[in-house]
């Protein structure tokens, strides 16, 4: 049996020994039309048979550029965050880009200390996942044409960079009016930090389908949490005091409702028995609940693809067509919801 060789050739090398044009060669690396079928399978065995990689890194510097994509955080604790990079690094496989994460912790120095690395070490272009930040990280960026786009809503009502984003009061909405179809009355919310544009938002979807349904706002049914399952738990014992506890949960995120389910457990009431519950972004672990979690689905990895893809738009130095984007929200029924309790909670 003949041995595969071992020394790996040029793109160059490939085209001569094949008898075609460097051009051919490279429209079969890329998977591009125009080459007969012959010829395409004639030069794919010439590409495995010397172990060929295409040199990203000397295409990018051809280009000028880094070949590195940064996506910066706030943290990494959930199945949104990890969603959206999904997403990001499925269409970077695809360019050849290389990612690299960082994390702010909500911490301004952190922040700084960041950008000071940003400006001083080459990028190609730079995602945000963060909500909010205190130091002007995007106009920064963009003073030094460092192309940039924001993922989830931010807090400024308006912004001079391109931002994705999803329905989110009208998720809020559907979460409560479905709740209200149950039967639902007295329906407890546990939200994000209320000076972030989404947390409001999800709250003015929950109040605008309260409202429709001629029910009345109880503020007492509105407890303010930051998107941790430490919050379901705490809010959720501060709803279960209620002189008149809730017969539903909407909390602002499946993390929070992860832990709306482990306060509810330590109290030995029942989902959906005694207790409604409601998630929001739908993320992987959600359909692995006990019960699996009814949830909002906010398309995370299909923000993080088109994410990607706009800034690569940017780097190749194209014109966006808009300057924000907003993907659909969605109700996914599982079962963790039903009709109101018929009988007392146990506490």
């Not at 309260?210 to 009345?216: F, G, V």
């Not at 482990?262 to 006990?290: C, E, K």
Request: proline content about 5%.
């Amino acid at each position: 049996m003949a041995q595969r060789q071992s020394k790996r050739l040029t793109i160059t090398q490939i085209a001569k020994e094949a008898g075609v044009s460097t051009t051919t060669v490279s429209k079969v690396l890329n998977q591009l039309p125009g080459v007969g079928e012959q010829t395409r399978a004639r030069i794919q065995a010439m590409i495995e048979q010397h172990d060929y990689v295409q040199n990203h890194a000397a295409r990018h510097l051809r280009k000028g550029q880094s070949g590195l994509i940064d996506l910066v955080i706030m943290r990494l604790e959930g199945g949104y965050d990890i969603g959206i990079m999904k997403g990001v690094q499925e269409v970077l496989e695809e360019s050849g880009h290389r990612l690299v994460i960082s994390t702010t912790n909500e911490d301004e120095d952190i922040e700084r200390r960041w950008l000071r690395r940003i400006q001083d070490q080459a990028t190609d272009g730079v995602l945000l996942l963060l909500p909010y930040e205190r130091i002007g990280i995007a106009d920064t960026l963009m003073a030094h044409n460092i192309p940039v786009i924001a993922i989830g809503d931010r807090n400024e009502p308006t912004t001079a960079y391109p931002t994705i984003g999803s329905t989110i009061w009208l998720g809020g909405y559907t979460a409560t009016e479905y709740l209200i179809s149950l039967g639902h009355r007295r329906i407890g919310i546990i939200t994000g930090p209320l000076h972030l544009t989404t947390s409001r938002a999800r709250l003015a979807g929950y109040r605008e389908a309260l409202e429709r349904a001629n029910i009345p706002v109880d503020p007492t049914l509105i407890c303010e949490g930051n998107y941790l399952l430490g919050d379901g738990v705490q809010q959720t014992f501060a709803l279960l005091k209620h002189p008149d506890p809730p017969t539903a949960i909407f909390a602002g995120n499946d993390a929070q409702a992860a832990g709306v389910y482990q306060a509810l457990y330590q109290h030995n009431i029942r989902i959906p028995d005694l207790m409604s519950v409601i998630g929001f972004d739908d993320v992987t672990y959600a359909a692995q609940m006990s019960p699996p979690l009814t949830t909002i689905h906010q398309p995370l990895v299909e923000m993080g693809k088109m994410a990607a893809n706009l800034l690569l738009r940017l780097i190749a130095g194209q014109t966006l067509e808009s300057n924000h984007v907003e993907l659909s929200t969605s109700l996914v029924l599982r079962t963790s919801c039903a009709p109101p309790r018929q009988e007392s909670l146990p506490i």
